[in-house]
């Protein structure tokens, strides 16, 4: 099941015919490893490839930490070899396992972060929606205009104008005291922060528009490394910060508790 090398016949390198999930490291521990196999599962059950055996994916997560602190992604790809689209004949996944430090989210957790609202949209394909899946093209064409943006990241938009996430990150918002999300079955990343956020506090997740988040007076992203950090500022609007940060606390890897 494991490669230590990748190789250019690799689908994952061909097609981006595969999937990923980045994971935060702390205390030595994978957080929030249930909600990153979940979604893994579901994400190889969508792609139409062979299940893994969990315990065999989580101890070679595990054999690759070196910090207390740090990140560990896990790749998998349909395998190596063969030309043309066909999935056909690739019955062993190759699983990929990398590491690397943990940006220093702690700043901008505290300060929150300025948003903007991206000129390009999603795509949408309910089969692929939701899941992190290694075509990531649009992802990267995003992080290229945020990056050479005002903001610190940006809003976007599927192709119909509905509210759907942030370039690497899921968004929440309150409006008349309700803590809301965009739903996403049509396009974009559900993250397993966002995941854990729904099982925590009361969230109504629905189809919004730039329109609607007019009325929000406190937003908050989220992904599995930087946690929760709220939206200071969206466009023009200053956002209430303090709203926030109770749910922060929430967060144990955030709240200085145990991570696992």
């Known amino acids: ?123 949408t394909q309910p089969r692929l929606a939701g899941i992190k899946h290694n075509s990531r093209l649009e992802t990267v064409l995003l992080k290229a205009e945020a990056d050479a943006s005002e903001f610190d990241d940006l809003l976007v938009c599927d192709h119909q104008g509905r509210v759907t996430e942030l370039c690497a990150a899921n968004l929440f918002f309150l409006i008349n005291n309700q803590w809301c999300t965009p739903k996403l079955d049509q396009a974009g990343v559900a993250g397993v922060m966002r995941q854990w956020v729904l099982q925590h506090i009361n969230v109504i997740e ?24 709220p939206v200071r500022q969206f466009l023009a609007r200053q956002l209430n910060l303090d709203a926030v940060r109770p749910i922060q606390q929430l967060v144990p890897f955030l709240a200085g508790k145990k991570s696992c």
């Not at 299940?51 to 930490?65: D, G, T, W």
């Not at 972060?113 to 795509?123: C, E, N, P």
């Not at 189809?207 to 930087?226: I, R, V």
């Open 1 to 123: 099941m494991l490669v230590l090398q990748p190789t250019v016949s690799d689908r994952s390198f061909q097609y981006g015919d595969g999937v990923f999930t980045t994971i935060l490291v702390a205390d030595s521990c994978l957080v929030l490893w249930d909600l990153h196999w979940q979604r893994l599962v579901l994400s190889l059950q969508r792609l139409g490839m062979p299940p893994l055996v969990e315990q065999e994916v989580k101890q070679l997560a595990e054999q690759a930490i070196t910090s207390s602190d740090q990140v560990i992604k896990v790749l998998i790809s349909r395998g190596q070899g063969g030309r043309g689209y066909s999935p056909a004949g690739f019955d062993l996944p190759l699983v990929y396992i990398s590491s690397s430090a943990v940006p220093d989210y702690q700043p901008i957790r505290q300060s929150g972060l300025q948003l903007g609202v991206a000129a390009m949209q999603l795509s």
């Open 206 to 229: 629905g189809y919004y528009s730039l329109q609607d988040l007019e009325q929000a007076t406190a937003m908050f992203a989220t992904n599995a490394l930087m946690g929760v950090v």
